[in-house]
């Protein structure tokens, strides 16, 4: 019975990884693309996104590896350097710092896209017939998306009208969620790198 329920218990932290790991890769991967095709974006943005993609995709691989055949793979290697040495760790923590740039980079594109976002929502919800180009919001971000509109032959108004606002709200809040978790994640290995880099870690050397 009790083997039964630590295999339960094993196999549920397995795919609740699996999941969290998959979600932050993709959220990763949208902001990487983001910074490729962005004429302004900083080469540290694009650092950071690019290594923060390899090492959680790295995490997802082990994972979903067999327990035998880990400890030999590249990821495994890779994603234990800041528990290998001090050295390692530092390298790590630095590291660590251009992903939480590029968190923090991304937190504020999130957020103008959310009030923005939602902004233009409830105006479509209110009135349907609405001429974004006549209302008071940002010119700038009006004319993106009437390009957008252009270029992909995709109505704004069309697609919410297929969407209930709750569903909407509730997308939202599950990629503000996802996007929070994955801060807090990055947090925890820039502090245990930081703790090996300075000594202070009771875990054993892997």
Not at 84 to 95: D, P
Request: hydrophobic share 50%; proline share 3%; charged share 15%.
């Amino acid at each position: 019975m009790a083997l039964g329920i630590f295999s339960f218990g094993s196999w549920m932290y397995k795919a609740i990884s699996v999941a969290l790991l998959a979600s932050w890769s993709i959220s990763t991967l949208i902001f990487t693309l983001l910074n490729v095709v962005n004429d302004k974006g900083s080469l540290m943005e694009t650092i950071g996104s690019v290594s923060l993609l390899t090492y959680l995709a790295c995490r997802l691989i082990l994972f979903l590896q067999p327990t035998t055949s880990r400890n030999d793979s590249i990821a495994h290697f890779f994603t234990t350097a800041h528990l290998r040495s001090r050295k390692e760790a530092l390298v790590m923590f630095l590291i660590s710092w251009t992903w939480l740039y590029e968190l923090a980079y991304q937190f504020f594109f999130m957020l103008f896209a959310t009030i923005f976002g939602g902004a233009i929502a409830v105006a479509i919800y209110n009135d349907p017939d609405l001429d974004l180009s006549e209302s008071d919001m940002d010119n700038t971000a009006l004319a993106n998306i009437e390009e957008f509109t252009e270029k992909s032959g995709l109505d704004l108004r069309t697609s919410l009208n297929w969407v209930p606002p709750r569903a909407l709200v509730y997308v939202g809040l599950i990629l503000w969620l996802n996007f929070a978790s994955l801060c807090v994640y990055v947090l925890r290995v820039s502090w245990r790198s930081a703790k090996v880099a300075l000594g202070n870690s009771s875990h054993p050397p892997v």
